[in-house]
């Protein structure tokens, strides 16, 4: 991957999530503002984001998750890519929890984990506004 | 009486629940209420996403440590368990249909056999491209052994292929009619004889109509003579309404697009699917409003031909025309492109062809990449925002 004015982006679904529309909508959604995205699809397990990270070297990867295995499918994918991929800033977003409600202890267990930044309950404004920060384009 | 020939003799639409519990107790509550229910029945044992996966290890854990699942998971609990939650319930007038979602089904159809039911759903395409990351070859295999497996241990096997859903939702009607045949088609050479064809409502109730003739045309067409089969619709299966109301009206819309073609089973969604796993009750209730909506309208016999039948045939017959062996000629379709399902971010998947909710509300191609069909709609730059407006179109308006 090479970095021109955007950023070289991995998206990918957790390991346990079937889901694809979030997948899709989130890639266009950075392409719209300017980056390069690969995506991996859903159901990623943990030994293949670690290979592809390693491999195509992004600026930013963005894990998300919508079938309520969140925290548990990103706690375990942070532990697993943090040790190999100490430089890209690596987020998390999507329905986090089976309850649809924001737990502020789970968000920081993940960010002491390793995640540059979690965005529970999908929030796009939150994420659109870390895309726009120096350091998640910076190489 | 075996799953096909109930439904087929049934004398009303026949409407089946999406229901599955971990606790055999609730699991048996809700097969008695969907038996109990005001309306034409069969039964549903949804399994648990672990199960989906093949992880037997975390369903057996959630269970020794009463973990909530969000279906049942019919591996971990033994066969007396599950021979015992049926027990009484389960017979010639309530056949029980077991639906998983899995691309490596051997274990669970060992089990559902081994606790004496016989009637099951996927297909070797539907459950393998949509939903991760199994190559393509390797569903394809697993599916053969496990039509192999159901046809030499239940008495009277019954398969539904799920290739009228692909990704639930944008996926013009051509591609979802012709992988249901061609599933159809494929549990028919490994010996099962007795299958289903589906096709999930869309966002257009004459484009719905026309594809459902045309699934039956092409499956009456396709099918080895003497097979018995029927049509299963799916409640739509994209984004839900929100509001109880649009659901509601939603769910009428599909049982009426059922009787409007003689469709002979319904499974349906309730007033919860935007929200949460549904109770046994408005599981009930669903059940309920469609077999009125149901009873009340009149069978059509024709719609207009917008080309679904002739898009579905092309698709259909150039697969065929790859190799004699049915499972061979899968693999060489998605390689080549020839089949290749929209948005779908497989690896074994071309994802050259793309789609649309044209002005008028019907699904459209606007590329088709190497499949033997024509665009129906000018190309234009998928963003964000129109992608969202597609994916919503279902719900704003029966929210409206």
């Not at chain 2, 045309?217 to 984004?239: E, F, N, Q």
């Not at chain 2, 309208?297 to 719609?303: D, F, I, L, S, Y």
């Not at chain 2, 019907?362 to 234009?380: C, H, K, N, Q, Y």
Request: charged residues 20%; glycine residues 8%; hydrophobic residues 40%.
């Amino acid at each position: 991957m090479s970095s021109r004015s955007g950023c070289d982006v991995l998206v990918a679904g957790t390991a346990s999530d079937s889901h694809t529309w979030n997948l899709i909508f989130l890639q266009l959604f950075c392409e719209e503002r300017g980056h390069r995205v690969v995506n991996l699809g859903p159901c990623v397990p943990d030994a293949l984001l670690v290979a592809e990270t390693t491999a195509l070297c992004p600026e930013l990867v963005v894990l998300s998750s919508v079938n309520g295995h969140g925290f548990t499918d990103g706690l375990t994918a942070i532990t697993a890519l943090r040790p190999r991929a100490p430089r890209p800033r690596i987020v998390l977003g999507g329905k986090l929890g089976v309850d649809g409600r924001r737990h502020a202890d789970r968000t920081d267990a993940l960010l002491r984990a390793g995640f540059d930044a979690v965005f529970d309950d999908g929030d796009l404004t939150a994420f659109d506004a870390f895309l726009r920060l120096p350091q998640a384009v910076a190489s | 009486m075996s799953f096909g020939r109930f439904v087929k003799r049934a004398a009303s639409l026949v409407v089946q629940p999406r229901m599955g519990f971990g606790d055999p107790v609730a699991m048996r509550d809700g097969l008695r209420a969907t038996r109990d229910a005001d309306a034409t029945t069969v039964g549903t044992l949804t399994l648990d996403s672990y199960t989906r996966v093949g992880d037997h290890q975390a369903a057996a854990k959630a269970l020794r440590e009463r973990a909530p699942l969000n279906g049942y998971p019919i591996v971990s609990h033994s066969t007396e368990t599950t021979a015992a939650l049926l027990d009484g319930i389960r017979d010639s007038g309530f056949p029980v249909q077991v639906r998983h979602g899995s691309a490596q089904p051997q274990d669970i159809v060992r089990a559902l056999t081994a606790a004496g039911l016989d009637a099951t759903e996927g297909g070797p395409i539907s459950y393998c491209l949509p939903y991760g990351r199994t190559p393509i070859r390797e569903s394809i295999a697993n599916w053969r052994e496990t039509c192999e497996l159901l046809a030499e241990r239940a008495d009277t096997p019954h398969l539904e292929s799920f290739g009228g859903c692909l990704l639930g939702q944008l996926c013009p009607p051509g591609l979802l009619v012709a992988v249901s045949v061609l599933e159809a088609l494929f549990f028919t050479r490994y010996g099962i004889t007795s299958v289903s064809l589906s096709y999930a409502q869309q966002t257009h109730p004459a484009q719905d109509e026309e594809a459902i003739r045309a699934l039956r045309t092409l499956a009456a067409r396709y099918l080895p003579a003497g097979t018995d089969w029927h049509v299963v619709l799916y409640g739509y299966m994209g984004v839900y309404p929100t509001t109880r109301r649009g659901a509601l009206r939603l769910l009428q819309a599909s049982a009426e697009l059922a009787a409007r073609t003689g469709t002979e089973r319904l499974i349906v969604k309730t007033v919860a699917e935007a929200h949460r796993i549904p109770t046994i009750a408005e599981n009930v209730q669903a059940l309920e409003v469609a077999a009125t909506a149901a009873r009340e309208t009149v069978p059509t016999a024709t719609t207009a031909d917008t080309g679904i039948l002739g898009e579905a045939k092309a698709l259909v017959e150039a697969v065929l025309d790859l190799d004699d062996d049915l499972g061979r000629a899968f693999a060489e379709a998605f390689a080549r492109g020839l089949l290749d399902v929209p948005f779908c971010l497989h690896p074994d998947n071309a994802g050259q062809s793309r789609s649309t909710v044209g002005a008028d509300g019907r699904l459209r191609w606007t590329a088709v990449g190497a499949m033997p069909i024509v665009p129906t709609e000018p190309d234009s730059a998928l963003t964000s925002d129109r992608l969202l407006t597609a994916l919503t179109h279902v719900a704003r308006s029966f929210d409206r």
